[in-house]
T-cell receptor, first 111, second 117 residues
Framework: TQLLEQSPQFLSIQEGENLTVYCNSS?????LQWYRQEPGEGPVLLVT?????EVKKLKRLTFQFGDARKDSSLHITAAQPGDTGLYLC???????????FGRGTSLIVHP | GAGVSQSPSNKVTEKGKDVELRCDPI?????LYWYRQSLGQGLEFLIY????????KSGLPSDRFSAERTGGSVSTLTIQRTQQEDSAVYLC???????????????FGSGTRLTVV
């Protein structure tokens, strides 16, 4: 079973701070995705990374895929209360089309 | 439809009763996935449909759980003789085709919160 481990599990910060969350595995993934989930809603796709070493930016969010395609990170610059949510990473399990998800990082940004 | 629609949004049922959860995927999406999310847990895969067939149902926790999809569209997840440990949010997702989700992502519904009392 390919496991995706996310850290930290919880993060509580003040508006304006920077943060990084991590998604790690002992297995190689052909691609990884990051989702954000708000209370009472389903996860919403933020980004897909497919190439080792790839860096993608989405406004204040920077996503990186590790060179060996076993890990990924999400960095948020100058966090805002609207960034509050559960951040999940996901990758195809066992070479199939079915995504497996990490347990997520629950982020709270205080005004 | 414009998005993935799930109903009901909330369901409270008594232990031992059967429940049916419905998912209406985005029109034209041939791949459909069911997940379960418990408090503090990630998304647990249950079953995957390609069209009306289910190539992978390995995540169904017991034979009390079953799912079907008709007309390549609406899917129903049925839980028989519900137990308290079945309490969770049940999420449905769809993608244009099986491999497309890996590139373009999966569109999730808002889920059905099931509480077994």
């Amino acid at each position: 079973t390919q496991l995706l481990e996310q850290s930290p599990q919880f993060l509580s910060i003040q508006e304006g701070e920077n943060l990084t969350v991590y998604c790690n595995s002992s297995s190689v993934f052909s691609s990884l995705q990051w989702y954000r989930q708000e209370p009472g809603e389903g996860p919403v796709l933020l980004v897909t990374v497919v190439t080792g070493g790839e860096v993608k930016k989405l406004k204040r969010l920077t996503f990186q895929f590790g060179d060996a395609r076993k890990d990924s990170s999400l960095h948020i610059t100058a966090a805002q209360p609207g960034d509050t949510g559960l951040y999940l990473c996901a990758g195809p399990r066992g070479g199939s089309y079915i995504p497996t998800f990490g347990r997520g990082t629950s982020l709270i940004v205080h005004p | 439809g414009a998005g993935v629609s799930q109903s009901p949004s909330n369901k409270v049922t008594e232990k031992g009763k059967d429940v049916e959860l419905r998912c209406d995927p985005i029109s034209g999406h041939t791949a459909l996935y069911w997940y379960r999310q418990s408090l503090g847990q990630g998304l647990e895969f249950l079953i995957y449909f390609q069209g009306n067939s289910a190539p992978d149902k390995s995540g169904l926790p017991s034979d009390r759980f079953s799912a079907e999809r008709t007309g390549g569209s609406v899917s129903t997840l049925t839980i028989q003789r519900t137990q308290q440990e079945d309490s969770a949010v049940y999420l449905c997702a769809s993608s244009l085709a099986s491999g497309q989700g890996l590139v373009y992502g999966y569109t999730f519904g808002s889920g059905t919160r099931l509480t077994v009392v």
